[in-house]
């Protein structure tokens, strides 16, 4: 017997999006379905539209036209079960690590008039996250006492806190070093399969989209497209060793060379060569 396919979590169906003045579409016939439970990578070169595609998922952008679903509802600017994180982590340097984490439910008992029991349970939610975030001996220190790893663990667990049915990360790894990366990789693998949320995340790095990503969705530049979605063929379990294996290696030779190609280049080289062409020129021109 078949099993029925699920209704997508996200439904993009011919998405559009000009910023007023802009010569080109920043996304343009965007289509994508994405299921719940999904963990969804994107790639592509700078200025292709990812962060503006994850921010209009988000509903802090708007989109020119096409339709954007969230469980069948068009979306209608942002909202606490469409989490985001980004890649600075934006906590609030006032509040100790475990302030940050409980505001947004704080913030939501006053405006909803909560009961004491709700407010119980978050606190039972925000200690099970600060364990496991693996933050429990930080919970009352100052974020700028922390590195950047546990700064990003404790945005991730904020973003958790309201038990988002998405999360939406915009390079999130980006700033932190190849050793803590790595440990946030498997970290967010298990956040995800624990929390079961749908995972849009976006990055630079193709070998982090390989490693998180079931699929990996290539975008191009100028217009802002999908130019073509990977399966990842690696099953669930997964660990560090994968990212060694010739099938792993093969697949990110193919995204890499056609991110290039679609940047419209053959090899880093030509990009360096480009580049140094157009500091020569602004130099010339000073
Ligand atoms: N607020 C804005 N106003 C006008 N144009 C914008 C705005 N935000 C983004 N753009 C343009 O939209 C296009 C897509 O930008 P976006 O930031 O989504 O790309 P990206 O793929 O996330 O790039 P990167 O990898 O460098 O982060 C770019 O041409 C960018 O200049
Ligand atoms: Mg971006």
Redesign the pocket.
């Known amino acids: 017997m078949n099993t029925p396919t699920p209704t997508p979590k996200i439904q993009i169906r011919d998405l559009f999006k000009r ?2 003045g ?1 010569a ?1 579409n ?1 996304l343009e016939h965007i289509s994508l379905d994405i299921a719940p439970n999904e963990f969804v990578t994107f790639v ?10 994850l921010r209009t998922i988000g509903g802090l952008e708007t989109h020119t036209s096409g339709e954007l679903l969230v469980d069948g509802q068009p979306v209608d600017g942002p909202d606490i079960h469409r989490a985001m994180v980004f890649q600075h982590y934006s906590l609030y340097p006032w509040m100790t690590v475990g302030e940050n984490i409980r505001f947004c439910r704080q913030l939501a008992a006053h405006t909803r008039n909560r009961t004491s029991s709700d407010v119980e349970a978050a606190s039972g939610r925000a200690d099970a996250l600060l364990r496991l975030m693996g933050l429990q001996a930080s919970e009352h220190a100052w974020p700028n006492q922390l590195s950047g790893g546990m700064q990003q663990r404790v945005a991730i667990a904020r973003a958790l806190m309201g038990r988002p049915g998405i999360l939406l990360m915009d ?1 999130p790894f980006g700033a932190l070093d190849a050793q803590t990366r790595e440990v946030m990789h498997d970290l967010i693998r298990h956040v995800h399969k624990l929390e079961k949320a749908t995972v849009v995340f ?1 990055t ?1 790095d193709v070998e982090e989209a390989i490693y998180l990503g079931g699929r990996v969705v290539l ?1 191009a ?1 100028r217009p ?1 497209r999908i130019d073509t979605v990977y399966d990842v063929p690696f099953g669930e379990q997964r660990d560090q060793d994968l990212k060694h294996a010739p099938e792993f290696l093969a697949l990110k030779r193919e995204i890499l060379g056609r991110i290039r190609e679609t940047a419209g280049m053959k090899t880093d080289l030509e990009q360096l060569q480009r580049l140094s062409g157009a500091l020569a020129t602004d130099s010339a021109a000073a």
């Open positions: 910023f007023d802009a080109l920043a592509g070169a700078s200025g292709c539209g990812k962060s503006t595609l390079e976006v630079h975008m530049p802002g």
